[in-house]
Nanobody
Framework: QVQLVESGGGLVQPGGSLRLSCAAS????????IGWFRQVPGKEREGVLC????????MPRDSVKGRFTISRDNAKNTVYLQMNSLRPEDTAVYYC??????????????????WGQGTQVTVSS
């Protein structure tokens, strides 16, 4: 019954924006650090942006800095990824993940216990 479900993916033109949602069921996200990851065929899943339990700390990978924003709404048990100024290289399946992390958050996959099934984001003209 423990689930994370991503939604909001789709096709967008370069320079466009998209907002992804990650909804939890069977557990509450407020005691977890959350990370957004992405993966393309033939490539390792990579961390995109994460947020700490308190939401006071966020960590982006360099390629999305200034373009992507992560936020959380504990009342809705949901985490969001706002993506602006999208580029073709942002095309991937995007996953959200939850984990117990002592200090802030991490873009490493290891500490994350729960994973969603992903939502496709395609950036193309």
């Amino acid at each position: 019954q423990v689930q994370l479900v991503e939604s909001g993916g789709g096709l967008v033109q370069p320079g466009g924006s998209l907002r992804l949602s990650c909804a939890a069921s069977g557990f509450t996200l407020d005691s977890y650090s959350i990370g957004w990851f992405r993966q393309v065929p033939g490539k390792e899943r990579e961390g995109v942006l994460c947020i700490s339990k308190s939401a006071r700390v966020t960590m982006p990978r360099d390629s999305v800095k200034g373009r992507f924003t992560i936020s959380r709404d504990n009342a809705k048990n949901t985490v969001y990824l706002q993506m602006n100024s999208l580029r073709p290289e942002d095309t991937a399946v995007y996953y959200c993940a939850a984990g117990q992390i002592a200090d802030g958050c991490t873009l490493l996959r290891g500490p994350y216990h729960y994973w969603g099934q992903g939502t496709q984001v395609t950036v193309s003209s």
